[in-house]
């Protein structure tokens, strides 16, 4: 059990670029989640897989976001145009079905507009 | 809607003594679950505790246990003989029950300083 991994952990990018993150889950698990935490708040929900199949997102999702999960194991976050507002720490997890959800967390990947 | 409300920005105890942080909770919903997580300064969340709302017993694991008391809508942590590694910020969060997808709402944090 590697736990879960997120690429890159930091990105520096100038406002208007496309930026895209990656997250490797823990190998068994089938849910992947996508949060966003910025400062002195907790995380927040932006989307959850359910194997390949994106089964929820949050309506802070806006249209400049895109998150893919191809064959169910490794997915990213593609974050179009960025905004100086998309500045913040990109959370992955994952977790198994069934049981407690507990979920199980990356180190994120911390996001700078400039 | 489900919300997590926790009321101490930050908290210090000194090392070997407990503390609790505290934590309410608001939901509609009759099937929950309770999370308390931890994040060093490295970023990363990590899981301490869990609590069902169907659940009779306080959960705990080692020196994490859930002060559980649904009446009130609250899930204190405690943390008991607190530890240097110990200071960090820990999140409460709820999230649908047992078997259901498991979108967490958390609280904005509470961060521990321990002391020597």
């Known amino acids: 059990d590697t736990g879960v991994s997120q690429d890159p952990r930091h990105k520096i990018t100038k406002r208007g670029q496309n930026v895209t993150f990656r997250c490797d889950p823990i190998s068994e698990h089938n849910r992947l989640y996508w949060y966003r935490q910025t400062l002195g708040q907790g995380p927040e929900f932006l989307t959850y897989?359910?194997?390949?199949?994106?089964?929820?997102k949050s309506r802070l999702l806006s249209d400049r976001f895109s998150a893919e999960r191809p064959k169910g194991s490794f997915s990213t976050l593609e974050i179009q145009r960025t905004e100086q507002g998309d500045s913040a720490m990109y959370l992955c997890?994952?977790?198994?079905?069934?049981?407690?959800?507990?979920?199980?967390f990356g180190s994120g990947t911390q996001l700078s507009v400039l | 809607a489900q919300k997590i409300t926790q009321t101490q920005p930050g908290m210090f105890v000194q090392e070997k003594e407990a503390v609790t942080l505290d934590c309410t909770y608001d939901t509609s919903d009759p099937s929950y679950g309770l999370f308390w997580y931890k994040q060093p300064s490295s970023g990363e969340m990590i899981f301490l505790i869990y609590q069902g709302s169907y659940d009779q017993q306080n959960a705990t694991e080692g020196r994490y246990s859930l002060n559980f008391q649904k009446a009130r809508k609250s899930a204190n942590l405690v943390i008991s003989a607190s530890q240097l590694g110990d200071s960090a910020m820990y999140f409460c969060?709820?999230?649908?029950?047992?078997?259901?997808?498991?979108?967490?709402?958390f609280g904005t944090g509470t961060r521990l300083q321990v002391t020597l």
């Open positions: 969060a709820i999230g649908g029950g047992s078997g259901t997808a498991s979108k967490l709402t």
């Open positions: 897989f359910q194997n390949e199949a994106q089964l929820e």
């Open positions: 997890a994952s977790s198994i079905q069934g049981g407690n959800e507990k979920l199980f």
